[in-house]
Every structure is written in structure tokens, then in C-alpha cells.
């Protein structure tokens, strides 16, 4: 008989599915490894972006600060001549180190924020994702980047039209983007760090507060290392900072800069950020 249990079907007799189903019966292929990492940096970091939309009173009022620093700090310091700065107007020498204050400033109590997604419950329900530590972390530290980006683009329209000397290469200013997210990112991270240390907002805070300008003034910002006294310039070489100030004023006036030395520092300083805020994520949320 032709229809007995035993025989085979012909391959030309196999079932065959309409144009399309095969796709809804094959489910896609899986991103595996760094691109994961990396979808999930980025959809951290649009989380963290988005929240600009809702509220961007920080973005001005952050903006006041810096031009204070360039419109009465830069102009009188200019004129007085006090600094010396190799031949370069000291507005000129003092606006690369504005725009790493500014983005430090804004990564400095970044801590707080994550607090208060432990507070709210959020920290809980992302940790409970599939998503690494380290992408919440990263995608956290990279927005705070972008932020600070934007603070540097206020910065630097204001010193141009003070008057500043500075390049409109696109390279350069595409290298001034990338330093600017990579300092951000480090202290960003350091304050995620202390977060996950201190556990509360206030005692975060109060520690912010007592380093922010140590490290500002600890760094080449407002003024050469070789000025300083001998124990700062070791404390100086020690902070990320410093690296930020010189490849931001290397890319910008042009002045002598060591930029594999600036971005390898800052590289691997926000690498470690992101180590050390990362492991202590899950004390955090406890």
C-alpha cells in the first residue's frame, strides 16, 4: 500500500511553510558579548539623558559658574599679569581648565542621584535585570559625559566671545568631546564610589563638598605646575584632572601638551571608576 506506516516520504514531498512563517518559527539569532555591553551602556546612558527633558533648570544654572570664573576671575587676572603663562593672555590659559571644572562639578555629586534611585526602588529593579553592573554603571558615567558636554559648549561660546583664542578644527574639538566625557565619566564614578561607601545622601554630600575644590586647585587649572610648590606638583601629577586641563588646552590654544599621556590616564582612570563603582553597587541597594 502506499500509504503503509513504514515508507518514507520523498523529499520533494516535505512540508513547507508559507513566504515569511519560517522567520516567526526561527527566533533571531542572540547578541552575545561586547555588543550586549554595549546596547545596554547605551540604553542606560538614553535613560539617564532623558531625564534632561523633563528638567533642564540644571543645565542653566550650572552655566552661571563657569562664566563667572572666565568674566571676573579670567578678565581680572588678565589684566594684572600675576600668572605667568608662557606668553599665552591668562584667559586664554584659564578657559580649558573652566570647562574641566565645570564637567567636574557636574560629575562630582553624580553619587546623589544613585541614592535616590535606592531610595525610590529603582536601583533594586535594575539590578534585578539581566543587565551587568558595569553597563548601569558605564551607561551612568557616559550621561554624565554628555552633560558635561554640553556645559563645555556653553564654556566655550563664551570664551570665544570674550575673545579667546581657540581652534574650530573638528578634530580637535572632537578629541576636546572625548576628554571631556572621559574626565566626567572618572568622577562621576568617584562619586558612585563614595556613594556605595557613605550609603547616604547627606554624608555624600559633605564629602563632595570638602574635595571638589581640593581637586580643583590641586590641578593645573588656574595655574602652571611648575609655579606650584614642590609636594602640589605631586599631588597634581596624582590627579586625573591635571591630564583633563592638558589635553583640553593642548587641543584648544594648541600650547605644548603630552596627549597619549592625557587620554591613557584618563582612560584608565575611568576604567577603574567604573571597577570600583560597580562593585560596590550591590552594597548600595542593600
Known sequence: MSGAPGEQRPA??????????????????????????????????VVELQKLRHD??????????PALWLLIFGETFTRIKAIPTQ??????FLAPGIIAQSAMFIAIFYGIM???ERDAGILTKLLVTPTPRSALISGKAFASGVKALIQAVVVI??????????TWNPLRLLGVAVAVILGSAF???L??????????????????QAITMPLFFASNALYPVAIMPGWLQVVSKANPLSYQVDALRGLLLGTPSHLLLDYGVLVVAAAAGIAAASSLLGRLAR
Do not use: N
Not at 522567520?23 to 547578541?31: D, E
Not at 558579548?33 to 547605551?42: S, Y
Not at 606668553?87 to 586664554?92: F, L, R, S, T
Not at 561660546?157 to 581657540?166: D, E, K, N, T
Open 187 to 189: 568622577f562621576s564614578c
Open 12 to 45: 520533494s514531498a516535505e512540508v513547507t511553510h508559507p513566504q515569511g512563517l519560517d522567520l516567526l518559527l526561527v527566533p533571531p539569532r542572540a547578541r552575545t558579548g561586547w555588543r550586549v555591553l554595549l546596547a545596554r551602556v547605551l540604553a542606560m546612558c
Open 191 to 208: 562619586s558612585m564610589t563614595i556613594a556605595g561607601i557613605v550609603l547616604t545622601r547627606d554624608r555624600l554630600m559633605g564629602i563632595g
Open 87 to 92: 606668553g599665552v593672555p591668562y584667559i586664554d
Open 157 to 166: 561660546v563664551i570664551a570665544a566671545a570674550l575673545g579667546v583664542a581657540l
Open 114 to 116: 544613585i541614592i535616590w
Open 56 to 65: 533642564r533648570t540644571e543645565l542653566y544654572t550650572r552655566a552661571v559658574q
